[in-house]
Each structure stands twice: as C-alpha cells, then as structure tokens.
C-alpha cells in the first residue's frame, strides 16, 4: 500500500475490535435467564432502550457494579488486536476513532484493561454512568425525545453511524489521506458507503455487514474480509 502522511483508523467495538459482545456477554456471564429475554425481545424493543431496561432488570435481581466490572474484563479480546492497535499508533502517523452501539462505561473499561484507552482520540457511543445504588444507566447517543438522526440506510435509532463517522471529519479537519475501518455488523455498512476509492473497509466475514455488501453492494472502497484478529494485525503492518 502508498505510504500516507495522515490516517484514520475507525474500529467499530463488538465483533471487530472484540471478539464478543458486550451487551450479550455480561448477561450471558451474570443473568442467562436476562440473556434468553433479550433474545425473545429483539426487534420488539428499540435496542439501546432494551439494553437499558436488561441493565435495571438486573440490577433488581442483586447483579453488581463488580460483577459487571468483571465480565468486562474476561470478555474475549485477542491479543493479535492489541498488539495491531499498539503498534501501528506506535508509527505516529495513525488516529483511532471507536464508533460503537455499544457504551461508554463497557467500551472504556475493556480499553483500560488491555491498556490502549489512550491510543484513542475519541469514542463515540452510546452514554452509559454507574449510579449510586450499582446501578448502570445507559440512554441513546440519540435522544428519542429530540431531533432525529436523517439516515435513510437503515441505521437503528440511537445512531446514526455514517452521520458520525463525517462530524468526526468535521471535528479533525483537514481530511485524512486514507481512512481504514474495521467493522462487521449491518450498522457498518452506512460508514463504509461514504469511504472513498483510496479507503479500505476491513469486513469481519461472520456479520451482517458482510451480507449487506453482498446484497447491496455500491461501496468506492477496497474491500478485505477477515475472520479473526490476527489478518487485521497482517494488515495493519501494511499500513
């Protein structure tokens, strides 16, 4: 590949930058009965607000701040990405966004503990904070009480990924030379619409984007499928 002055690399969190997720992960781990309501729930209820309600539902039933804490940081998160993000940073030309539908409060504690939260300039996500009582309360990045994000590719309510991802170039100007994302979920495939012929989508093969690619098609950028973690560290030294 070109050698570049000035990157961006966007990670989305669950299934690309980790090898779980972490909304189902922490149930799986401390409540399965609260695990099997989200599976039978799904596409009923707003997901973010699902979520949330999973999260006080739990909280009712005696699960804890550790607990939670704790099944964050077993959560599966290969090595092979660490070592990718830890040392392409390294090479001081690359800036690392985290756009997520996951949350802040799950997001920050797992970068924390694989020692890269200060690699990232920014995550964008969904708001979460630990109340008082143990509690954690999570709410949409967008507020379903105000303005309304204008995607008409099929972002789910709370976000609007593509819209993010261009107030992040926005915020960083002036545009960088190559932007690389690595995502693998239908959400990603807004983002990866608006890539341009010089940027790479790094698709993780098992996920709804890459079924959204293949239906719909219509993408400028390069195109590399993945599976585990140790193809994005392949890659990311080429970078």
């Known amino acids: ?125 969904n708001p979460a904070q630990w109340e008082p009582s143990g509690l954690l309360a999570l709410r949409r990045r967008v507020d379903p009480s105000g303005p309304q994000h204008s995607c008409a590719v099929g972002c789910s309510a709370n976000m609007c990924k593509g819209e993010e991802l261009e107030a992040f170039y926005a915020r960083h100007a002036p545009m960088y030379d190559r932007v690389v994302y690595v995502g693998d979920g239908s959400n990603d495939f807004c983002p990866a619409l608006r890539l341009r012929s010089q940027d790479l989508l790094l698709c993780r093969t098992f996920g709804g984007l890459h079924k959204r690619i293949a239906k719909e098609g219509g993408l400028q950028c390069t195109v590399k499928y993945w599976t585990g973690a140790w193809e994005v560290e392949e890659v990311f030294k080429t970078l």
């Open 1 to 125: 590949m070109a050698v570049v002055q000035r990157q961006l690399v966007v990670f989305d969190f669950d299934w690309s930058m980790a090898d779980q997720d972490t909304d189902r992960w922490i149930f799986e781990v401390n409540a399965p009965e609260i695990r099997r309501w989200t599976e039978d729930n799904e596409g009923k209820i707003q997901f973010t607000d699902m979520i949330a309600q999973a999260l006080r539902d739990a909280h009712a039933r005696g699960v804890t701040r550790d607990q939670l804490e704790h099944a964050l940081r077993i959560m599966p998160f290969h090595p092979a990405m660490v070592r990718a993000i830890t040392n392409l940073k390294a090479a001081d030309k690359t800036t690392f966004f985290c756009l997520s539908n996951a949350n802040s409060v799950y997001i920050s504690t797992i970068l924390k503990e694989k020692g890269i939260d200060a690699l990232f300039t920014e995550v964008v996500t």
